[in-house]
């Protein structure tokens, strides 16, 4: 009997994950839900919003560190509603000081607050200098193969291209741009934005991705503990299927049971 098979960890910066399932940590409705969502789902990367997120500054006032203890997890804070690549660089380097020298962060510039579609040109600017000031980058990007090697060749420790706005919900809406990134990457390709449940998260799995980071599919969710725990199971499914190796597309019909040898009764 074959032994199952033991998948290689998700590296990312030097760091080994067993968990391909990354996630954030607003729009729940207190702390407590949110520590309970997160032990649910599994992840050990978890995400934040550096301007909404008190991580003790404000005294007398929850604090995420309190339901997201860094002694359990990779803290990776993101610069979310920032437009410049200025702003962006900014508030990393705010994170940096507050979590007494982190250098992991997520790199997302916008380029609108309508469609919270990234912008590539301050996104790539901010990244250079980033990287220049030895932080370790995952960004967010769009879809666009050539703008996300351009990423990895600046440096980026992982390329997190969106399947859909952010919030939206709407799946990934070309996957065939996102294999096109995942062929040419030689860094971890992680899908950002736009998954709504837990079809969506092993869609992204079996197309190679190395991972997949969300928020709002769960804390939006009508139960969002149980949502997580979906989301966890998903992630692996989608991963096992990936490597599995999926059977080959046809054009008519194949029967499991072939013909020939059959009784004639």
């Known amino acids: 009997m074959t032994d199952f098979f033991q998948d290689q960890p998700l590296q990312i910066a030097g760091q080994s994950f067993r968990s391909r399932l990354l996630v954030g940590t607003g729009k729940y ?22 301007r909404r997120t008190n991580l003790g500054q404000e005294a007398g006032e929850p604090n995420l560190l309190e339901a997201v203890p860094p002694d359990r997890f990779t803290l990776l804070p993101n610069t979310a509603g920032c437009f410049t690549a200025k702003d962006a660089v900014r508030t990393c380097k705010l994170a940096r000081e507050l979590l007494d020298g982190h250098k992991l962060v997520k790199l997302e510039v916008l380029g609108d607050p309508s469609t919270l579609y990234p912008n590539v040109v301050e996104t790539l600017s901010a990244a250079e200098t980033l990287i220049a000031d030895g932080f370790d980058v995952m960004v967010y990007t769009s879809d666009d193969p050539i703008v996300a090697r351009e990423l990895e060749q600046l440096g980026c420790c992982a390329i997190m291209p969106l399947g859909s706005l952010i919030g939206s919900g709407h ?22 934005a736009g998954i709504g449940t837990a079809s969506d998260a092993a869609m992204a799995m079996e197309l190679g991705c190395d991972g997949v980071l969300m928020n709002s ?36 019909a194949d029967p499991s049971s072939p013909f020939a040898g059959r009784i004639n009764g």
């Open 171 to 192: 799946g990934i809406q070309n996957p065939h741009n996102i294999g096109l990134i995942i062929e040419q990457a030689e860094v971890p390709v992680l899908v950002d």
């Open 217 to 252: 599919a769960i804390a939006h969710a009508r139960q969002p503990v149980l949502m997580a725990s979906a989301m966890r199971k998903a992630v692996e499914a989608g991963r096992e299927a990936f490597l599995a190796g999926r059977m080959p597309r046809r054009q008519s």
């Open 29 to 50: 409705r207190d702390f407590d839900e949110t520590a309970e969502a997160v032990a649910a789902s599994g992840a050990e990367i978890v995400t934040f919003a550096v």
